[in-house]
């Protein structure tokens, strides 16, 4: 059983960095799409970031473009997020997310393994 945990959320300053972990503790066999989505207060979930491990195509939401960077480590199973320049409008809730099947993009709806998320708090 896939189980998805995420970590390294914290509080941090305004142009502060952040990297988030997230670990594949289930049974090893491998991802097609893993990204990264967040829920901020009051908003849905939206997508921020995906990456493709076969081929390493990745995508960013607009808001997020050449501020983050999502990377993968297949043979572990996991998937990372380098954060940096944050804004106080990146607080929020981050989810790990994983699919086998297809090449996914950052529609929420499309996968079917998720963490269970962690505290991202950006201060002004």
């Known amino acids: 059983q896939v189980r998805l945990m995420e970590y390294g959320g914290d509080w941090v300053q305004e142009g502060g960095s952040l990297t988030l972990s997230c670990v594949d503790s289930g049974d090893g066999y491998g991802f097609t799409s893993m990204a990264w989505f967040r829920q901020t207060r009051g908003n849905e979930r939206e997508g921020v970031a995906v990456?493709?491990?076969?081929?390493?195509?990745?995508q960013y939401a607009d808001s997020v473009k050449n501020r983050f960077t999502i990377s993968v480590n297949s043979a572990k199973n996991s998937v990372y997020l380098q954060m940096n320049s944050l804004k106080p409008e990146d607080t929020g809730v981050y989810y790990c997310?994983?699919?086998?099947?297809?090449?996914?993009?950052?529609?929420?709806?499309?996968?079917?393994?998720w963490g269970q998320g962690t505290q991202v708090t950006v201060s002004s």
């Open positions: 990456i493709w491990p076969y081929r390493g195509t990745t």
């Open positions: 997310a994983a699919v086998r099947s297809g090449l996914k993009g950052l529609d929420a709806n499309l996968y079917n393994k």
